[in-house]
C-alpha cells in the first residue's frame, strides 16, 4: 500500500494568505489558484486590480504545475528548447509561463499554487512564497 498525502481547504488557504499579504502590503492586483495533485482548483483569489486574464492564467499555472511536477516555467522552458508548442501536450490549460511552483510535502506533490497578474518574476516569487508557507 501506498500513503499519500492530500492538500486540504485549510492548507490552500494557508498558501493563499501568504501570498495575499505581500500583495496588500504593496497594493498589488494578482491572482492566486491552489490546486490539488491532478491540478484541479481548490481555491482563487482575486485581489483589487487584478487583470481580468490573470485569473484563468493563475489557474492554468497551478494546473501545469502540479500535473507535471515542476514549475510552469520549466515545461514552458522545455518546450521552447525542443522546438514544439505547448499544444502538444494534448490539453489547452497548459501554460509555460512561470508562477505555478509545485507543493510538496514530505517528497510527495500535493497539489500546486500558480500566481498571475504581475511581472513574471514577480509572479514566480509570489508563488515560491506560497510554497514555503505550506509547510511553515
Known amino acids: 500500500m501506498n500513503q499519500r498525502y492530500t492538500l486540504s481547504h485549510h492548507d490552500a488557504m494557508r ?3 501568504a501570498i495575499r499579504a505581500e500583495l496588500d502590503r504593496d497594493g498589488r492586483g494578482a ?4 490546486a490539488d495533485e491532478h491540478g484541479e482548483l ?4 482575486r485581489t483589487d486590480g487584478c ?4 485569473i484563468n492564467n493563475a489557474i492554468n499555472k497551478a494546473y501545469v ?16 528548447e525542443e522546438g ?13 509561463w512561470g508562477g505555478g511552483v509545485p507543493l510538496v510535502h514530505q517528497g510527495q506533490v500535493v497539489g500546486a499554487v500558480g500566481v498571475s497578474g504581475l511581472p513574471e518574476a514577480e509572479d514566480v516569487m509570489l508563488a515560491e512564497l506560497g510554497a514555503r508557507a505550506l509547510n511553515g
Do not use: C, F, Q
Open 31 to 34: 491572482a492566486v489558484a491552489v
Open 42 to 45: 481548490i481555491a482563487l483569489l
Open 65 to 80: 504545475s502540479a500535473r507535471e511536477g515542476v514549475p510552469s516555467g520549466r515545461v514552458g522552458k522545455k518546450a521552447r
Open 51 to 54: 487583470p481580468l486574464p490573470s
Open 15 to 17: 498558501v493563499l494568505d
Open 84 to 96: 514544439w508548442h505547448m499544444t502538444n501536450y494534448g490539453d489547452l490549460r497548459y501554460t509555460g
